[in-house]
Structure formats: C-alpha cells, structure tokens
Nanobody
C-alpha cells in the first residue's frame, strides 16, 4: 500500500502560480498528477519516473513542471501562467510498475485531491 497526501491547492488569479505537493508513504516508480472537474473524466497532467523522466499533457506543456524528491518521498507540481481552464481537483497517483503512462487506469494508488481554482 502507498498512501498519498496532497497539499498546496488554493485560489489564484489568471497568470499566477501554485506549487502542489504530494507526500507518499512508500516508493513507486511512476508518480503522476491528474485533474478532474465535476462531471468530467479524470485527465492526466504529467508523470515522472523515479529517475526523473517526465512527460506532460499538451495543455500544460511549458507552464507546469513535475518533479520528485525520492529521499523525501514527495512529488511536486509547479504550475505557472495559470488559466481559468486549469481549475480542477488535482490528484496525485502512484504506480509500482515500470511502464509509465498518463492513463488513470494504470495507477494503483490515489490521494484525496487538492482543489485549484483560477479566477479572472
């Protein structure tokens, strides 16, 4: 079992920045951020492997940066140039396999989520 606890969400104006954190209770090779709005499917934001290889969804490329500190078992998502369409609940996810994708069904462990609201 890997327990995940997110923090760092909040309200910010358009163009602002936020940093999300996710503390894990154990190790997982693939860690990712997903987001979901009410009534919509969960959408992949970015994933990162334990050796630091990262992949981003097109809507966030160039604006978001995913990183992890394996010694602290913590995953981060630095979000900048935020837009109203980035408003969502953001979830941290972990997968102990070795083939990472931005597919929600692959991930075994999920946090409770942290809300990000971007207002104009």
């Amino acid at each position: 079992q890997v327990q995940l606890v997110e923090s760092g969400g909040g309200s910010v104006q358009v163009g602002g920045s936020l940093r999300l954190s996710c503390v894990a209770s154990g190790f997982a090779y693939c860690m990712a951020w997903f987001r979901q709005a009410p009534g919509k499917e969960r959408e992949g934001v970015a994933y990162i492997t334990s050796i630091g290889t990262a992949t981003y969804a097109d809507p966030v490329k160039g604006r978001f940066t995913i990183s992890r500190d394996n010694t602290k078992k913590t995953l981060y998502l630095q979000m900048s140039s935020l837009k109203p369409e980035d408003t969502d609940m953001y979830y941290c996810a972990a997968f102990r396999g070795s083939f990472c994708r931005l597919v929600a069904a692959d991930y075994d462990y999920w946090g409770e989520g942290t809300q990000v609201t971007v207002s104009s």
